[in-house]
Nanobody, 121 residues
Framework: QVQLAESGGGSVQAGGSLRLSCVHS????????MTWYHQAPGSEREFVST???????KYADSAQGRFSISRDNGKKTMWLQMNNLKPEDTGMYYC???????????????WGRGTQVTVSS
């Protein structure tokens, strides 16, 4: 079973920055896609950004231009650099990993427990 651990959340004022981290315990040969999701209070979990094992990244419109995703495959770690934070960025941030298939010890849809981000105006 793959474990994921997010860290780096905190409280900042609008316009500030945070850098979130996500570490997984899985096998590097699984070449996981790694993804960040945001869940605002009382809302559904929403896609923020994803990065594949080759470093190709995608962003939600709300994150484009403000957030930057990166990873280190050897360290099994993904980061989300969040700049120019806004109050609407407040909420829990979760990471998820997905392999192409759930075989050979690889998993699909494993989630971390999240890290809290609070942005005050």
């Amino acid at each position: 079973q793959v474990q994921l651990a997010e860290s780096g959340g905190g409280s900042v004022q609008a316009g500030g920055s945070l850098r979130l981290s996500c570490v997984h315990s899985g096998y590097t040969y699984c070449n996981y896609d790694m993804t960040w999701y945001h869940q605002a209070p009382g809302s559904e979990r929403e896609f923020v950004s994803t990065i594949d094992s080759e470093g190709s990244a995608k962003y939600a419109d709300s994150a484009q231009g403000r957030f930057s995703i990166s990873r280190d495959n050897g360290k099994k770690t993904m980061w989300l650099q969040m700049n120019n934070l806004k109050p609407e960025d407040t909420g829990m941030y979760y990471c998820k990993v997905d392999s192409v298939s759930a075989s050979n010890g690889c998993v699909v849809g494993a989630w971390g427990r999240g890290t809290q981000v609070t942005v005050s105006s």
